[in-house]
């Protein structure tokens, strides 16, 4: 969350902006932890064991989509503490939580996020302004650009996301002095270390761009957000939320990331952005009853309206209950009705592209040729011909089928 880079990273190639070499300094970040000096902490909300203890069930209720009652802790902070950024930063983390359930779709929290972010950028400067040795004031300037700039990245408003990037490097580079002070502060550093590498590794075309940035250690990176995770308080459930997103997506080792999603699932219970991806942890793990539990609690929730629980939780859970009808109940026909609520949930979504909709067509159209429907299984292998990468083995599929079925 707090680099950018990841959200640019997640674009097409070939939406990839080259502006950003002409707006990044070199930064010079080590890859070792730095022992703190003597550095005034006083005032710093962050290292006060106070507020932490009043914020634990604040930080527990906005993970567990409890967003009210999280708010209503954060605002009392605001009051007392009306010129410290983590009050507004907070507040901007829960509205990030509720954009994050529906995949990055919705817009209708983007003006109050930004609004959020802007303000502690605003109390941030002014705190650094007064005291150039503030690095909790850095922290929290690195953690509002970089989300700030996550987001426009999210929206391709590529101008802004640039000049966020180079924001929130600097401070991140002004804020490594205070990394042995508490492991709030290291968890930049270790996205950065991890995502320098992988992003050139897999993004080719960023080469160029990453040449102004300082080498990353991608082992180092997980270390540290591995000890981020165990550590810290305020970013401690971030950092789980990336290392199990890092080692089932960038990394391919579901295995070890099932812990952490069983972890955050378990722990945050009414987290339905958590919860589906254990349930795709389970079914990647071949952990089919847990799946099906995971998955009929989701749409129980999705049912009863309850916050974060939106189409693209029953995007997962139909399909996965689609798959577990036909090849474990051998029910085809609750089979047929879960996938077709997936395409259902992916169309309302938008999610048409790839993944669990071209994969519930793909079934259907299986499931209608054997029942002898061609009519059906030449309607839902266009769906896969038309939606599918023409490398795949569905493309092909649906491409033989549809030229030996012609009308």
């Avoid at 270390?193 to 250690?217: C, M, Q, S, T």
């Avoid at 916050?307 to 399909?319: C, K, L, Q, V």
């Avoid at 979504?349 to 994969?359: I, Q, R």
Wanted: aromatic letters at 14%; charged letters at 25%.
């Amino acid at each position: 969350m707090l680099l950018p880079l990841v959200g640019l990273a997640q674009q097409p190639d070939t939406a990839r902006p080259l502006l950003l070499q002409d707006s990044l300094r070199q930064v010079q970040l080590e890859n070792v932890d730095v022992a703190p000096g003597a550095i005034d902490t006083k005032g710093w909300l962050l290292l006060d064991k106070d507020i932490q203890t009043e914020l634990e069930g604040a930080v527990f209720n906005l993970y567990n989509f409890k967003y009210d009652k999280a708010e209503r802790q954060f605002r009392s902070l605001r009051r007392r503490y009306p010129n410290h950024p983590m009050p507004y930063f907070l507040l901007g983390l829960s509205t990030w939580w509720k954009i994050m359930p529906a995949g990055i779709q919705t817009t209708q929290y983007d003006k109050l996020f930004f609004a959020y972010m802007d303000t502690a950028i605003t109390k941030g400067e002014a705190l650094y302004k007064a005291d150039n040795r503030n690095y909790e004031a850095c922290f929290f300037l690195a953690a509002g650009y970089g989300f700030d700039a996550r987001l426009h990245a999210e929206r391709h408003d590529w101008r802004k996301a640039t000049v966020g990037a180079k924001r929130a490097l600097d401070y991140l580079d002004k804020s490594k002095e205070a990394n042995g002070l508490s492991p709030e502060f290291l968890f930049g550093q270790a996205l950065f270390n991890y995502y320098a590498v992988w992003i050139p590794d897999n993004y080719p075309l960023l080469k160029p761009v990453l040449l102004f940035f300082p080498k990353g250690n991608k082992q180092l990176g997980l270390q540290q957000l591995r000890n981020v995770a165990d550590n810290g308080f305020y970013v401690g459930p971030e950092a789980r939320v990336f290392l199990m997103r890092i080692l089932i997506n960038e990394e391919d080792k579901p295995e070890q990331a099932m812990p952490i999603a069983r972890y955050l699932a378990t722990t945050y219970p009414d987290n339905g952005y958590l919860q589906r991806i254990y349930a795709n942890a389970c079914f990647r793990q071949g952990e089919f009853r847990e799946c099906e539990r995971v998955s009929r609690d989701m749409l129980d929730k999705l049912n009863r309206g309850l916050p974060g629980y939106e189409a693209n939780s029953g995007r997962y859970a139909t399909y996965f209950l689609g798959y577990l009808m036909q090849n474990r109940y051998k029910d085809m026909a609750k089979a047929k009705e879960y996938y077709q609520r997936c395409i259902v949930f992916a169309e309302t979504n938008g999610e048409t592209k790839y993944g669990f909709y071209v994969f519930a067509n793909l079934a259907l159209a299986r499931l209608a040729d054997r029942g002898k429907d061609v009519t059906a299984a030449r309607r839902y292998y266009s769906v896969v011909l038309d939606k599918s990468d023409h490398d795949s083995e569905q493309y092909k599929e649906a491409k033989a089928y549809l030229k030996t079925k012609r009308k």
